[in-house]
């Protein structure tokens, strides 16, 4: 059975899944909602680790150049490609892009334009929000670094697909002010 991503990343939230940490909030007390203090406890914590992500991901921003920025917050998707399984949901795609392509056209709902001869994909998420868990919190700052977790993660899951290291970059970006995230995809 085929799960769109928008109810597979709620599911993985939900569970206690996810990185952004509202999964392990829903699910840490009763449902009948008797220990509001442990509740308010929790929304704190959550609070100051959003306030936290936040704050590195402004201080890379301003910090550092654009390189070494890429460097740093890239290697990060690794956490969140191993916390939402993605090796799992990919399996019944290894080796086969083509598949793959159809699946994301269908049920995610992304453009997606592949040029084989040139080894050139360019992804549309077709989206005018930021699906990232961490980019809901404090959307007024430059956190536009995070992109580039997103780039990791697209070569995480094209690389895995494909069986080849694929390159992936963010050429449109919603929290850049454009009106869908894009990447652009480069294999071997």
Same mark, same amino acid.
């Given at each position: 059975?085929?799960?769109?991503?928008? #109810?597979?990343?709620?599911?993985?939230?939900?569970? @206690?899944?996810? /990185? *952004?940490?509202?999964?392990?909030?829903?699910?840490?007390?009763?449902?009948?909602?008797?220990?509001?203090?442990?509740?308010?406890?929790?929304?704190?914590?959550?609070?100051?680790?959003?306030?936290?992500?936040?704050?590195? /991901?402004?201080?890379?921003?301003?910090?550092? #150049?654009?390189?070494?920025? !890429?460097?740093? %917050?890239?290697?990060?998707? @690794?956490?969140?490609? $191993?916390?939402?399984?993605?090796?799992?949901?990919?399996?019944?795609?290894?080796?086969?892009?083509?598949?793959?392509?159809?699946? /994301? !056209?269908?049920?995610?709902?992304?453009?997606?334009?592949?040029?084989?001869?040139?080894?050139?994909? %360019?992804?549309? $998420?077709?989206?005018?929000? *930021?699906?990232?868990? %961490?980019?809901?919190?404090?959307? $007024?700052? #430059?956190?536009?670094?995070?992109?580039? *977790?997103?780039?990791?993660?697209?070569?995480?899951?094209?690389?895995?697909?494909?069986?080849?290291?694929?390159?992936?970059?963010? %050429?449109?970006?919603? !929290?850049?002010?454009?009106?869908?995230?894009?990447?652009?995809?480069?294999?071997?």
């Amino acid at each position: 059975m085929a799960v769109n991503r928008k #109810d597979f990343l709620k599911k993985v939230c939900f569970s @206690g899944a996810c /990185l *952004c940490g509202f999964g392990s909030i829903a699910f840490s007390k009763k449902v009948d909602g008797s220990d509001e203090n442990t509740m308010q406890a929790q929304t704190q914590k959550l609070s100051l680790l959003q306030e936290w992500i936040a704050s590195i /991901l402004l201080n890379v921003n301003v910090g550092l #150049d654009k390189e070494s920025a !890429r460097k740093v %917050i890239k290697k990060t998707a @690794g956490v969140h490609y $191993e916390n939402l399984k993605m090796d799992a949901l990919l399996a019944e795609y290894k080796g086969d892009l083509d598949k793959f392509t159809v699946f /994301l !056209r269908e049920k995610w709902g992304w453009k997606v334009d592949y040029d084989k001869e040139k080894g050139i994909l %360019i992804a549309d $998420e077709n989206k005018n929000y *930021c699906v990232c868990p %961490i980019a809901v919190h404090d959307k $007024e700052k #430059d956190s536009s670094a995070m992109c580039y *977790c997103s780039e990791g993660f697209a070569e995480k899951m094209f690389s895995s697909v494909s069986g080849v290291q694929a390159e992936a970059e963010v %050429i449109a970006s919603v !929290r850049k002010g454009d009106t869908s995230c894009k990447y652009k995809i480069v294999f071997p």
